[in-house]
C-alpha cells in the first residue's frame, strides 16, 4: 500500500512537471513571436517616417503630400 502511494505520488507529480514545461516553453515562443512582430512594426515605421520626410511636411501642400503618402506606402508598405 506504501509503494501503490509512493507510486502514484511521482506519477502525478512526473505529469504536473511535464505540464509545467509545455506551459513555460509555450509561454517562451509566444513571447518571441511578440517580440519579433514589435520589431517588423518598429522597423516598418522608421522606414515610413523616414519616407514621409515630416520634418518638411509644412513646405508641401495637401496634394504633394497625399502624392507622397500614396508612394511611400506603395514602396514601403507591406512586406514582400
Known sequence: ??????????????????LSLKTYRD??????LKNEEKNKLKNS???LNECFDLKNKSKRNI??????IEYCL???????
Open 1 to 18: 500500500m506504501k509503494n501503490l502511494r509512493i507510486t502514484l505520488a511521482v506519477i502525478f507529480l512526473s505529469i504536473i512537471f511535464f
Open 45 to 47: 515605421a522608421e522606414i
Open 27 to 32: 509561454f517562451v515562443i509566444s513571447s518571441d
Open 63 to 68: 496634394n504633394e503630400s497625399m502624392k507622397l
Open 74 to 80: 506603395e514602396e514601403f508598405g507591406s512586406e514582400k
